[in-house]
């Protein structure tokens, strides 16, 4: 630990898990500069304020999906454009993996469009994640909602990461999804825990839930009995052809105050900085840092959504001061 974060270590506040929403409405109703010392101090007790974790995140296998999550291009359901293509081979994959490290990825984040796994695909993704690995980087996954025996293989492949977000309450859920129940997401969250696998958990916003739905999202993930290590909060990215098409844009110091209120709700968590950057400024992007979120995705493409380019995250990085680090867990 540096000297600078043992000097505000006794800050720190406990790990809680029994918050309530009275609680976590008033962290969102304080005046912004308070809100955003609160969430900076709570982080300087934790990270080094300046160290930014990059992932980099692939479309292992696009389009086709059984799901009708109203935000996705890649629902069979909806005319958005995207190709259906099948679960691409190991050694592209790998390819693509060795990329992301050239250009400073510590992570490599692997995502699939289906509803559940078959287990020879399983099978053929861990392979994918052992050549990850034997590259030195972190190995995160998305492919749905999975079996106990599916989850102890990706265990035992050496699975990093498992990423299942809840992406919204379990108030509003049923406005967004009808194909796949809240428990059903929970269960698969017990069930990657339980295996021993980090979890990477969050949401999104922005997709006209409301101020206490925002709160409650957060409540569902600071109140697990241990938070996720990577919380990524996406801003909606807005896609011709999927019913949250046209939803009134959500005011940007909302979503930098979610920010803000995950970092304080879950310490010692990586809070990333994930899809809706392309719609961001630079200085929108500063901000986000300062509230706390100290993780991003890297690269041009988030599955099938544009991402700022590599050399434009660089140039943000260089402005701020800031750097790439590869260290996952917090000191």
Known sequence: MSANLANIGHLAPAIRHNWQLEEVQALYAMPFNDLIFKAQTVHRAHFDPNEIQISSLLSIKTGACAEDCGYCPQSARYDAGVKAEALMPVDEVLLMAQRAKDQG???????AAWRKPKDKD????????????????????????????????????????????LDTSEEYYTEVITTRTYQDRLDTLERVRNAGINVCCGGIVGMGESDVDRSNL????????????????????????????????????????????????????????????????????????????????????????????????????KRLGVYSGGSSHAV
């Open 105 to 111: 990825a510590s992570r490599f984040c692997m995502g």
């Open 218 to 317: 957060l409540i569902q993930l600071a109140n697990m009995p241990k938070h996720p290590e990577s919380v990524p909060v996406n801003m909606l990215v807005q896609v011709e052809g999927t019913p949250l098409m046209g939803t009134e844009a959500l005011d940007p110091l909302v979503f930098i105050r979610t920010l803000a209120v995950a970092r304080i709700m879950m310490p010692k968590s990586r809070v990333r900085l994930s899809a809706g950057r392309n719609q961001m400024s630079d200085e929108m992007q500063a901000l986000c840092f300062l509230a706390g979120a100290n993780s991003i995705f890297y690269g041009d493409k988030l599955l099938t959504t544009d991402n700022p380019m590599t050399n434009d995250d660089l140039a943000l990085f």
């Open 122 to 165: 399983v099978e053929r993704v861990i392979e994918m994640v052992q050549g990850v690995k034997a590259m030195g980087m972190e190995t995160c996954v998305t492919l749905g909602m999975l079996t106990d025996a599916q989850t102890e293989r990706l265990k035992e492949g050496g699975l990093d990461y498992y990423n299942h977000n």
